[in-house]
């Protein structure tokens, strides 16, 4: 209900809960009076204690928790980075020796569970400079229901196999789709129950394109 007011020291305590632009030159804004706005405050209140409270600190030391907490974090995902290169730097290193030879060419297709699309590149790379002249597919599964795909064929191959082809060719086996250059392709899929055996049609898919 709406009423008048004698003065305006009769709204008692007055409390702004938002702002926003409804039009050019027009803002709009939203707030509480009285006893609504006074179980507002104290609702606030509670949340910072118990937000304090939850981060061992005091209520004014709040923002100043958060900023190291965020500090801490950035910290930990560096690390991590750099823990998962190291991790893809040594699966590079044992999955050469998985290649096989189809025609003149090193073929591999293997599947490297825990690297992420990052370190799944950097694997990549580092096969592409140990492997020549090569075609290579792998594949990861994040978490329940998504395939990552990445595929690379070395310089000299790229006349005659396109990482693009490879990679779609892989994908479309797992419901998904990618593409990229020549010499570099990236795709997902949606199935990883069928990664395995589409990584296993990899050879045969470079044999036919080789004769």
């Known amino acids: 209900a709406v009423r008048a007011l004698e003065s305006t020291g009769d709204i008692g305590l007055f409390k702004i809960t938002s702002e926003s632009g409804v039009a050019a030159g027009v803002r709009r804004i939203e707030a509480i009076a009285g006893e609504v706005a006074l179980a507002f405050v104290a609702a606030q209140q509670a949340l910072l204690m118990q937000s304090a409270t939850l981060l061992k600190t005091t209520p004014t030391d709040v923002?100043?928790?958060?900023?190291?907490l965020q500090d801490q974090l950035k910290s930990l995902d560096r690390e991590l980075s750099r823990a998962t290169s190291?991790?893809?730097?040594?699966?590079g290193g044992d999955l050469a020796s998985q290649a096989v030879t189809v025609a003149d060419v090193q073929v591999l297709a293997a599947r490297v569970?825990?690297?992420d699309a990052k370190s799944l590149r950097e694997t990549l790379d580092k096969l592409r400079d140990?492997?020549?002249p090569a075609a290579i597919?792998?594949?990861t599964v994040a978490g329940d229901d998504k395939v990552m795909l990445v595929a690379g064929v070395t310089p000299e191959l790229t006349e005659r196999l396109?990482?693009?082809e490879l990679v779609n060719a892989v994908a479309k086996q797992v419901g998904g789709k990618g593409?990229?250059?020549a010499d570099m392709a990236q795709a997902g899929g949606t199935d990883?129950?069928?990664?395995?055996?589409?990584?296993?049609s990899v050879a045969n898919w470079v044999a036919a394109r080789l004769s």
């Open 86 to 91: 190291r991790l893809a730097a040594s699966q």
């Open 192 to 200: 990883p129950s069928r990664l395995d055996e589409a990584l296993a």
């Open 113 to 115: 569970d825990g690297l």
């Open 179 to 181: 593409g990229g250059r």
């Open 130 to 132: 140990r492997l020549r």
């Open 162 to 164: 396109k990482a693009g």
């Open 63 to 68: 923002p100043a928790r958060i900023a190291q």
């Open 137 to 139: 597919v792998l594949g």
